[in-house]
């Protein structure tokens, strides 16, 4: 059992969690992930280790409640114990002195980003952050983020915060003012990593993105979340989940990914139906 | 007094009623079935059953105490070799091994070893199993990667000679492909677990959510343990390489059976891990875990069940019973058939395959006859799921992050026939040493890695 020891609200449904389990902060390194199951009924799902502390022996979650567990976890307090831990898992980001790297976040996809910007930074890197959201309440980490950049942009769809617009105009604008860039990390949904890459590919741009398919097991044992990178099959659980952009087949994932829909709706439900 | 023929039938669910539901099919042997059955043996001075057993079971003997009605004296011949009867009587290929062997085939149907072996394990378990004897401690710590077969049998054995042992295990759960991969109507997952039981109350713990090589390396492992033991398994799904296999719709036989078995999606919305069938499922292979897949499928509600295989009856390698009991519930078997792509619509929804008829050419290196495909017989099939079950390769974690381990060609860990791998204290076996194998396999392989870990032991 891993006990939850603070629990704190970043946004209306995006919630943050620390979480008692020392041999996962041990070897976490900034791209990785766990996999976690809140009780015996559960479902195994991963989470992008967001912040770890070894001496403490914490880690932290970041996560947004889109279904049946996120909604589950978010109702559980400090205190609580969620009964499997495990990882870390995938491989971490490559950190290294790149020269000048932009870090694109998007939504829920900003904490995971936030480790990497940090060990970044620490090797050396010029580092702009590009943060965006759909509006003002759903961003989250500014701070902490633009404590390890050189330079940030916020960017909203409605405009509540910073530039009215997406990550991807901001990008273009970087492009354009004739910044040289060496790397891109594009961390968020989906369909903004596919923006991204399509972006940086005219350019040459390498971009790393993190992939986020459908896991079971997390260790490379079942094949549910194989995607399809330069037409070759991976397992992102192993092989990933951070993946040249430029390669990954995002239309495939993007369906893969609504698999279960009709199942998730249903739990969801049920679970409102409970008052949760 | 003539020897009756045929083994005692052990009756079953009937499969107009099984396809509904997931309880175990065979019921095993009544007491006096068993004990007449038992019966049935020779005796024979030469023992050729206990040869084809890889722990060495000492059939004879005990088979004659349940022919004298001695089960509890029975189960203790039956546990000194084995530490999971209860498994092995029900999912071993015995007609390969110990059946193969025995005397009585000369005149007709072996002796049911394996069913025997099962009525004990269950008499046992019915009647509350005796805590077994802990032995003085050695002093000296193993640490087992992997809650397989493999892993368990070395731990309890280890445990039984006085050794303190941890069982480092990467899911959330015990048994490994027992638990994850064998359904519930062929091995109830409370089987899996009193035998797991057993084994903890011989000291050993199992320490779960830890995947060696990521949460905890083999070199931190080996500076706090004075020997390891690596079962990690066979888990590497395989794929056909074909078109449209990431279509929705497409699973691996591992992702179908652990959201099945392991996740319980059977009982999804209860469980939380959901599963999605469709009216026509197609499973790919034709071993125990296509078969396994085939009949889960039927289950959970498919109007039809197919098996596509690219050879023969004749070489489908399921366990003869797998295969009948396949038959009886109705799932229909394409042979000689090999898938060539799948097919899906706009939304990346699998709805159909396109297969191409085969022939059986010369016998490859497995004296297996090579199929080869006819040219212009291609044709399509419509279904709405399919489950690729063509094996599965050993687990490259370990092997990953270890660099100086010696690796096979496959990607097996290489090691003597007592498990030794090429570092000294380090040690391996079942499915990882010998690619995807069975169950009484690893379990020999765990039996005799700990007689050479003990030996290591005592040695340093
Ligand atoms: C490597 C990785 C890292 C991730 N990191 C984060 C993170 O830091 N914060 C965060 O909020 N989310 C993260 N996700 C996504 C997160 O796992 C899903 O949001 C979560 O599983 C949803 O579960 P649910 O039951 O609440 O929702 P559901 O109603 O079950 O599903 C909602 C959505 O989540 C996806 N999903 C459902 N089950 C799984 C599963 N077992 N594995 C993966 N995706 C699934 C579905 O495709 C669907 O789009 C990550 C995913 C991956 C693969
Ligand atoms: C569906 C199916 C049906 C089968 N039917 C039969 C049958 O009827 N009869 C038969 O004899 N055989 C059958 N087999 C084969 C048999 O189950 C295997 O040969 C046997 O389980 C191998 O045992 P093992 O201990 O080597 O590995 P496994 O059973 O695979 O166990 C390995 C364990 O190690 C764990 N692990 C892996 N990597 C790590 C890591 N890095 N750190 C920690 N833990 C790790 C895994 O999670 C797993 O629990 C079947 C297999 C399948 C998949
Ligand atoms: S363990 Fe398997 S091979 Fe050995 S006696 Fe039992 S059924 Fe036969
Ligand atoms: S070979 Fe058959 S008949 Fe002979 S001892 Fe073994 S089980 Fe009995
Ligand atoms: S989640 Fe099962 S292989 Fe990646």
């Known amino acids: ?276 | 007094m003539g020897v009756k023929k045929e083994k005692h039938k052990m009756p079953e669910q009937p499969p107009e009623e099984r396809i509904h539901n997931f309880n175990e099919v065979p019921l095993g042997y009544p007491v006096e079935v068993a004990v007449e059955e038992a019966k049935r043996c020779l005796q024979c001075k030469n023992r050729p059953c206990t040869k084809g057993c890889p722990v060495e079971i000492d059939i004879p003997d005990f088979i004659k105490k349940i022919a004298e009605g001695d089960f509890d004296k029975a189960v203790e011949v039956l546990k000194t070799k084995t530490s999971l009867p209860a498994v092995c009587g029900r999912v071993c290929p015995y007609e390969n091994q110990c059946e193969g062997q025995c005397t009585l085939l000369k005149v007709g149907e072996p002796v049911a070893i394996g069913r025997l072996e099962r009525f004990l394990a269950d008499y046992e378990r019915m009647k509350g199993v005796k805590p077994p004897k802990i032995p003085e401690s050695t002093g000296k710590k193993v640490a087992i990667i992997g809650a397989g077969p493999a892993g368990l049998t070395c731990a309890g054995d280890l445990a039984k000679m006085g050794h303190s042992v941890t069982i480092f295990e990467a899911l959330h759960a015990p048994g490994g492909v027992l638990m994850y991969g064998i359904p519930e109507f062929r091995l109830p997952k409370e089987i899996v677990k009193s035998e797991v039981d057993y084994i903890e109350k011989l000291g050993v713990e199992i320490k779960y959510d830890i995947v060696v090589g990521k949460t905890i390396t083999i070199e931190e492992l080996r500076r706090e343990y004075d020997a390891v033991f690596i079962g990690t398994g066979a888990g590497l799904p395989r794929f056909l390489n074909i078109p449209g296999e990431n279509l929705n719709g497409v699973y691996s036989a591992n992702e179908f059976l652990t959201r099945v078995n392991m996740m319980k999606a059977y009982l999804f919305p209860e469980y939380d891990t959901p599963i999605k069938i469709g009216k026509t499922v197609a499973t790919f292979g034709a071993g125990n875990v296509a078969m396994d897949c085939a009949r889960t499928a039927l289950r959970l509600g498919a109007k039809k069940s197919l098996i596509i295989y690219r050879r023969s009856e004749k070489e489908m390698p399921a366990r003869a019973e797998e295969i009948e009991h396949a038959k009886e519930e109705g799932i229909e078997f394409k042979l000689l058939t090999n898938p060539v792509e799948f097919i899906g619509d706009e939304k990346g929804v699998l709805k159909a395959v396109k297969c191409i008829k085969m022939k059986l050419g010369e016998p490859d290196e497995t004296g297996r006859c090579r199929p080869v495909p006819i040219p212009g017989s291609e044709f399509t099939l419509d279904i709405d799921t399919a489950l690729i079950a063509i094996g599965q390769s050993p687990n490259p974690l370990i092997s990953q992050t270890m660099k100086n381990l010696k690796v096979g060609k496959h990607g097996n860990i290489v090691t003597d026939e007592n498990g030794r791998t090429n570092i000294p204290g380090v040690f391996a076996g079942g499915d990882i040493a010998t690619g995807a194998a069975t169950v009484i396999l690893a379990m020999g392989a765990g039996k005799r890695a700990a007689r050479a870990i003990d030996e290591y032991l005592k040695s340093k």
């Open chain 1, 1 to 276: 059992m891993y006990e939850i020891l603070e629990k704190k609200t970043l946004s209306e449904n995006v919630k943050l969690m620390r979480i008692h389990a020392p041999l996962v902060a041990e070897k976490a390194k900034a791209g990785q992930f766990v996999m976690l199951r809140i009780d015996e009924k559960g479902e195994r799902i991963p989470l992008t280790i967001a912040d770890y502390d070894r001496k403490k022996g914490t880690v932290t979650i970041i996560f947004m409640e889109v279904g049946k567990t996120t909604k589950q976890l978010g109702t559980m307090e400090a205190g609580d114990k969620i009964l499997n831990f495990v990882g870390p898992l995938g491989q971490p980001s490559e950190i290294e002195k790149f020269g000048t790297v932009v870090m694109v976040g998007g939504g829920v996809g900003i904490a995971p980003l936030y480790p990497i910007v940090r060990e970044l930074k620490k090797a050396g890197n010029y580092v702009i952050s590009i943060l965006g959201a759909r509006n003002k309440s759903l961003l989250m980490l500014e701070e902490e983020i633009e404590r390890f950049s050189d330079e940030i942009h916020i960017c909203t769809d409605d405009g509540s915060k910073g530039v009215k617009g997406f990550v991807s105009d901001v990008l273009q604008k970087l492009i354009d003012a004739g910044k040289k860039i060496d790397v891109v990390w594009a961390v968020g949904p989906v369909i903004m990593m596919k923006v991204v890459s399509d972006l940086t590919r005219k350019y040459g741009i390498r971009t790393v993105v993190s992939l986020n398919p459908i896991m079971v097991d997390g260790t490379g044992m079942c094949g549910s979340c194989r995607v399809s990178v330069g037409g070759e099959t991976k397992f992102a659980c192993v092989d990933g989940p951070e993946f040249d952009g430029h390669l990954v087949d995002f239309d495939n994932l993007m369906l893969r990914n609504q698999r279960f829909v009709e199942e998730e709706k249903h739990a969801c439900k049920l679970l409102e139906r409970r008052g949760i």
